[in-house]
């Protein structure tokens, strides 16, 4: 990793490459594998101050003042330009400079195509950010086969080009960046929130976007330093010399368990041609694991991904260049997304939870939230709805997310478990096998992250009926106490879809005659049940027609 180029380095996720970094990042999971379920006592961020500030000492020392103020801004600059086009002055805190790595983001047109949606972007910005495009995609099963998909995740955006396109149309339109500047203080005052640097700066605004990330010190000081409840590591490179480099893999399973160290892992793959060369590549090597004392290292992993890769990939190692190594860690909550825990402070991004326990990275679930998102933060602050409870309703249960946490279980390698060890791998083709029988409604949406009511049903009553065999080993895979909260999500997902389908069609013509607090919550409710069920998906299907295939997935669960 000596010999490897770090002068694309950034701050944000997977924005380092460094193996300093890595040895650090590597420090930071070793504190979070504790046997404490709390790692350590956070800093305290956040206070609550009785009082206006207009009326404190303090008010006279603020050097600025903005209608809203996100801190972190690879991701957070999306929001804060959405913020800015509707009229608001907002200003973007970065402790680094605010430009996007060189390591590719993958995601397909539709998804990308949100942010033109929301008007933040327009068609040739895409274009011109978009290094990479390929098809087919593949989702592999070692031993057990391949099934090929279209146009998931099936571009390559240049995260360093995307952003630079997001800070020329952000400070166009009056937009402010304080680049080099950390957040030190926020203090929460019945009228303003006022954010003091470490730098000794001091800026007031009537709400508070934090976008700082899975490591963000305000979520450490609202979880009160509790572990995660799942990890996801990742590894991987980008090298140039691969000669067959015209398709992508989605997700690539292993055949069985691997030892590492006192841990059992199953790893996953997932590879995608990069734009900076026709032979260039970026392969990713992921697992999931329980944050517990023995948990495998990033570097024992890397260890492993040099190993595996080549024969992953059919190449020879000494026939690559080594452009850039890639590593991190995704942590993940069970009760996700996180609801506002102070007034005039709401989580975005990353730092909320709003991306599926599966997934590594968020900028897929920004594109799908950021227009709902935008909306419901101009409703609030337009009439200063700033208060915990309704910047909550932004940030609301869906069962949807929760009910992923099931597949998060089934493909983490447990330690004590009796299932043979090609158990995940398994399960994986059996879904996939089924799903891809279903067709294209139910197969896309999970590719994306998306769990819906229907294709679910759909999928299990089928994995039943074709390979009932596997059930009892999903019971020991995953234990009854997990089943059992699963199923709750699982019944939740099912009225979500149902309340959206039928009773928003019924709500939404009266809304706009009720009140406004009543409004903006209305609002709120309906878009949790539409989000909580992905039914936003599809949206642009005829609705008769899922209406049909929701009444068909109940008579199969009464009929089971």
Same mark, same amino acid.
């Given at each position: 990793?000596?010999?490897?180029?770090? *002068?694309?380095?950034? &701050?944000?996720?997977? &924005?380092?490459?460094?193996?300093?970094?890595?040895?650090?990042?590597?420090?930071?999971?070793?504190?979070?594998?504790?046997? /404490?379920?709390?790692?350590?006592?956070?800093?305290?961020?956040?206070?609550?101050?009785?009082?206006?500030?207009?009326?404190?000492?303090?008010?006279?020392?603020?050097?600025?003042?903005?209608?809203?103020?996100?801190? =972190?801004?690879?991701?957070?600059?999306?929001?804060?330009?959405?913020?800015?086009?509707?009229?608001?002055?907002? &200003?973007?805190?970065?402790?680094?400079?605010?430009? =996007?790595?060189?390591?590719?983001?993958?995601?397909?047109?539709?998804?990308?195509?949100?942010?033109?949606?929301?008007? $933040?972007?327009?068609?040739?910005?895409?274009?011109?950010?978009?290094?990479?495009?390929?098809?087919?995609?593949?989702?592999? @099963?070692?031993?057990?086969?391949?099934?090929?998909?279209?146009?998931?995740?099936?571009?390559?955006?240049?995260?360093?080009?995307?952003?630079?396109?997001?800070?020329?149309?952000?400070?166009?339109?009056?937009?402010? $960046?304080?680049?080099?500047?950390?957040?030190?203080?926020?203090? $929460?005052?019945?009228?303003?929130?006022?954010?003091?640097?470490?730098?000794?700066?001091?800026?007031? +605004?009537?709400?508070?976007?934090?976008?700082?990330?899975?490591?963000?010190?305000?979520?450490? /000081?609202?979880?009160?330093?509790?572990?995660?409840?799942?990890?996801?590591?990742?590894? =991987? *490179?980008?090298?140039?010399?691969?000669?067959?480099?015209?398709?992508?893999?989605?997700?690539?399973?292993?055949?069985?368990?691997?030892?590492?160290?006192?841990?059992?892992?199953? %790893?996953?793959?997932?590879?995608?041609?990069?734009?900076?060369?026709?032979?260039?590549?970026?392969?990713?090597?992921?697992?999931?694991?329980?944050?517990?004392?023995?948990?495998?290292? !990033?570097?024992?992993?890397?260890?492993?991904?040099?190993?595996?890769?080549?024969?992953? /990939?059919?190449?020879?190692?000494?026939?690559?260049?080594?452009?850039?190594?890639?590593?991190?860690? @995704?942590?993940? %909550?069970?009760?996700?997304?996180?609801?506002?825990?102070?007034?005039?402070?709401?989580?975005?991004?990353?730092?909320?939870?709003?991306?599926?326990?599966?997934?590594?990275?968020?900028?897929?679930?920004? +594109?799908?939230? #950021?227009?709902?998102?935008?909306?419901? #933060?101009?409703?609030?602050?337009?009439?200063?709805?700033?208060?915990?409870?309704?910047?909550?309703? #932004?940030?609301? %249960?869906?069962?949807?997310?929760?009910?992923?946490?099931? @597949?998060?279980?089934?493909?983490?390698?447990?330690?004590?478990?009796?299932?043979?060890?090609?158990?995940?791998?398994? #399960?994986?083709?059996?879904?996939?096998?089924?799903? /891809?029988?279903?067709?294209?409604?139910?197969?896309?949406?999970?590719?994306?992250?998306?769990?819906?009511?229907?294709?679910?049903?759909?999928?299990?009553?089928?994995?039943?009926?074709?390979?009932?065999?596997?059930?009892?080993?999903?019971?020991?895979?995953?234990?009854?106490?997990? !089943?059992?909260?699963?199923?709750?999500?699982?019944?939740?997902?099912?009225?979500?879809?149902?309340?959206?389908?039928?009773?928003?069609?019924?709500?939404?013509?009266?809304?706009?005659?009720?009140?406004?607090?009543?409004?903006?919550?209305?609002?709120?409710? !309906?878009?949790?049940?539409?989000? &909580?069920?992905?039914?936003?998906?599809?949206?642009?299907?005829?609705?008769?027609?899922?209406?049909?295939?929701?009444?068909?997935?109940?008579?199969?669960?009464?009929?089971?």
């Amino acid at each position: 990793m000596e010999g490897v180029s770090v *002068s694309g380095e950034v &701050g944000g996720a997977g &924005g380092a490459y460094s193996y300093s970094a890595l040895k650090r990042l590597d420090q930071l999971w070793s504190s979070i594998c504790t046997a /404490q379920s709390v790692t350590q006592e956070p800093r305290k961020v956040v206070s609550s101050i009785p009082g206006l500030f207009s009326q404190s000492d303090m008010a006279e020392k603020a050097v600025d003042t903005f209608d809203v103020l996100v801190c =972190g801004g690879t991701l957070g600059i999306f929001i804060a330009t959405a913020l800015s086009s509707k009229g608001l002055r907002v &200003g973007i805190v970065e402790r680094n400079l605010l430009r =996007g790595r060189e390591q590719e983001w993958n995601i397909s047109r539709k998804e990308l195509l949100e942010l033109v949606e929301v008007g $933040i972007l327009v068609e040739d910005d895409i274009e011109q950010a978009t290094s990479m495009k390929f098809n087919p995609n593949r989702c592999g @099963f070692e031993r057990k086969g391949n099934i090929w998909v279209e146009n998931i995740l099936n571009l390559g955006v240049s995260p360093a080009k995307l952003i630079e396109v997001m800070k020329k149309r952000f400070t166009s339109l009056g937009g402010v $960046i304080f680049e080099g500047y950390s957040v030190s203080s926020i203090c $929460i005052y019945e009228d303003t929130a006022v954010l003091e640097f470490a730098e000794g700066n001091i800026l007031s +605004t009537r709400l508070i976007i934090d976008a700082m990330g899975n490591f963000s010190p305000v979520v450490k /000081q609202i979880r009160s330093g509790r572990k995660p409840d799942g990890v996801c590591l990742v590894v =991987g *490179s980008c090298s140039r010399g691969f000669k067959e480099n015209l398709t992508s893999d989605v997700i690539f399973s292993s055949s069985s368990v691997k030892k590492v160290g006192d841990s059992k892992v199953h %790893y996953f793959w997932e590879a995608f041609p990069a734009g900076s060369g026709p032979t260039d590549r970026t392969t990713y090597m992921f697992t999931y694991v329980d944050p517990q004392p023995g948990c495998p290292k !990033l570097e024992e992993l890397l260890e492993d991904y040099w190993d595996l890769m080549p024969a992953y /990939q059919g190449v020879l190692l000494d026939d690559l260049e080594i452009l850039r190594v890639i590593f991190g860690i @995704f942590p993940t %909550y069970r009760d996700s997304p996180l609801p506002a825990a102070f007034n005039r402070i709401l989580q975005f991004g990353d730092a909320s939870g709003i991306q599926s326990p599966v997934s590594f990275g968020g900028f897929g679930s920004l +594109t799908r939230h #950021l227009g709902r998102l935008s909306t419901g #933060l101009y409703e609030a602050i337009s009439s200063n709805f700033l208060d915990s409870d309704s910047l909550s309703l #932004l940030n609301p %249960y869906m069962p949807n997310l929760s009910a992923s946490w099931l @597949f998060q279980r089934a493909m983490s390698a447990k330690q004590q478990a009796n299932v043979s060890p090609d158990f995940v791998n398994e #399960l994986l083709y059996v879904n996939f096998q089924c799903m /891809q029988r279903l067709g294209d409604p139910v197969l896309r949406p999970f590719l994306q992250d998306v769990i819906q009511f229907g294709p679910l049903v759909k999928t299990l009553g089928s994995v039943m009926l074709t390979k009932p065999q596997i059930i009892p080993s999903i019971f020991r895979q995953v234990g009854v106490p997990v !089943l059992l909260d699963w199923s709750g999500h699982f019944f939740m997902l099912g009225y979500y879809t149902f309340l959206s389908t039928f009773i928003d069609p019924v709500i939404r013509p009266w809304i706009n005659a009720f009140p406004a607090k009543m409004k903006y919550e209305w609002r709120r409710h !309906l878009e949790a049940w539409k989000y &909580g069920a992905g039914v936003s998906v599809l949206d642009k299907l005829v609705n008769h027609r899922w209406q049909n295939q929701y009444i068909c997935s109940c008579k199969l669960i009464i009929h089971n």
